[in-house]
């Protein structure tokens, strides 16, 4: 039955001591050793001395030809040797477990972003760290958030008005929401803008409750009641969009995902006054933990590319 080990006494002396005492043994000149580890000769000395009144034995002969070890220090010297070499091997362990995780970037991206955005985004990263794998989940904010807060993605990226709870975040990007219809839909011939009301009172064809698509809309019609019962609630953007070119009714989504439908003119933009329905993009982390690895050049890589005012605001 093994033993719990005992802990250290407080004789045994830190680990830059030891490897101070080496480099006097190596060197044979305790200046010189002080100036191999980047330190001052008095620094050294009072190193020394300081170890030598914790160990209780003198580990240095001292003479104008330099420094040699007494017997008591040759004997410390070889089992130092022993001590260092291990720390020596923790170290490089460590190193490699942090170049391993380094080597992986785990992202969760709400679907705007990761359909529309995130391709171009890991291009660049591809091509600043070819050996950095790359996974990106695709989600909506809400989910997102969840991913970043429980440790399942190094980096999430959101819709939204405000970053979620228990999280820090940039703003890396901008998007607008449109009022979409078909070309044959009754709003497509309409000379006036729609009113917030109108918009409001009608069954839209929407992004399910978590989005970041709906969250912005929940807030820009709440001064005028909120939004009526949804005609259809769908939890992608391709459905939404399927839906809103077939005639099923009015859909509201990202300007980034109608673009080409929009030239196509498979969907008319149908304006809406005085409704801001702007939205900033985020990337968020854990609170207090500032992005690392392949996560701060990924933000990096953005903010070169200009995709947002405030992106790199945590890289300061």
Do not use: C
């Amino acid at each position: 039955m093994s033993s719990t080990p005992a802990p250290l006494s407080s004789h045994v002396p830190e680990l830059g001591g030891l490897e101070l005492l080496l480099a006097v043994v190596r060197l044979g000149s305790l200046g010189r050793a002080a100036a191999a580890l980047g330190i001052t000769q008095p620094a050294a000395s009072a190193r020394i001395a300081a170890m030598e009144r914790q160990i209780g034995v003198t580990l240095l002969e001292r003479s104008p030809r330099g420094s040699r070890p007494t017997e008591a220090g040759a004997l410390v010297a070889e089992w130092a040797a022993q001590v260092v070499g291990a720390a020596q091997a923790l170290d490089a362990g460590i190193a490699a477990l942090r170049e391993r995780r380094d080597a992986r970037l785990r992202v969760s991206a709400s679907l705007t972003v990761a359909e529309y955005l995130m391709p171009g985004w890991l291009l660049a990263l591809h091509a600043a760290l070819p050996d950095t794998a790359v996974t990106l989940r695709a989600a909506n904010s809400t989910e997102v958030a969840a991913h970043v807060l429980e440790g399942e993605a190094d980096l999430g990226f959101v819709e939204g008005v405000r970053i979620p709870a228990g999280l820090d975040g940039a703003v890396v990007a901008h998007d607008r929401l449109l009022v979409l219809v078909a070309p044959a839909h009754r709003w497509a011939r309409r000379r006036a803008p729609l009113s917030p009301a109108e918009v409001a009172s009608t069954a839209l064809i929407l992004r399910e409750q978590g989005s970041g698509t709906r969250e912005v809309l929940d807030a820009a019609l709440a001064p005028v009641g909120g939004l009526a019962e949804p005609l259809l609630t769908l939890a992608s953007t391709t459905a939404l969009k399927s839906a809103a070119t077939s005639g099923a009714g009015p859909a509201v989504l990202s300007e980034l995902a109608v673009a080409d439908d929009l030239a196509a003119g498979r969907l008319v933009s149908v304006p809406v006054a005085e409704l801001d329905l702007k939205r900033p993009l985020h990337a968020v982390w854990p609170k207090g933990a500032k992005p690392k690895g392949p996560a701060r050049e990924l933000l990096t890589l953005i903010r070169a590319k200009g995709s947002g005012p405030r992106a790199g605001q945590w890289l300061s």
